[in-house]
């Protein structure tokens, strides 16, 4: 069983910053990837970032060069950097763990197995 908690969410204004960290429990070790969601009141959740074991990672376009996804595996945990934050990426942030994958998929933006309960992330003018 994992167990993933988020934290570092909260009231940021546009243009700021903000920095979520993950800490999963359990064995992960074997984990293929990591990554982090979000969902907007009244939209389907999506795909944010996501990295590895290998630390390739991947970005939703929409965050691509604001948002920086890394790991630690001594720590168990993943983080997610957020920078020059607008109104649109208000939503609440989840952190998932993808167990397996196959070899000869290169997407891992998808088919996440566990979940963290999320944080909220609200972006004011």
């Known amino acids: 069983q994992v167990q993933l908690v988020e934290s570092g969410g909260g009231l940021v204004q546009a243009g700021g910053s903000l920095r979520l960290s993950c800490t999963a429990s359990g064995r992960t070790l074997n984990a293929y990837a990591m990554g982090w969601f979000r969902q907007a009141p009244g939209k389907e959740r999506e795909f944010v970032a996501a990295?590895?074991?290998?630390?390739?990672?991947q970005y939703a376009d929409s965050v691509k060069g604001r948002f920086t996804i890394s790991r630690d595996n001594a720590k168990n945990s993943v983080y997610l950097r957020m920078n020059s934050l607008d109104l649109d990426d208000t939503a609440v942030y989840y952190c998932?763990?993808?167990?397996?994958?196959?070899?000869?998929?290169?997407?891992?933006?998808?088919?996440?197995?566990?979940w963290g309960q999320g944080t909220q992330v609200t972006v004011s003018s």
């Open positions: 998932a763990v993808k167990w397996r994958h196959r070899v000869s998929a290169p997407d891992f933006t998808t088919d996440y197995d566990y």
């Open positions: 990295i590895n074991w290998s630390s390739s990672t």
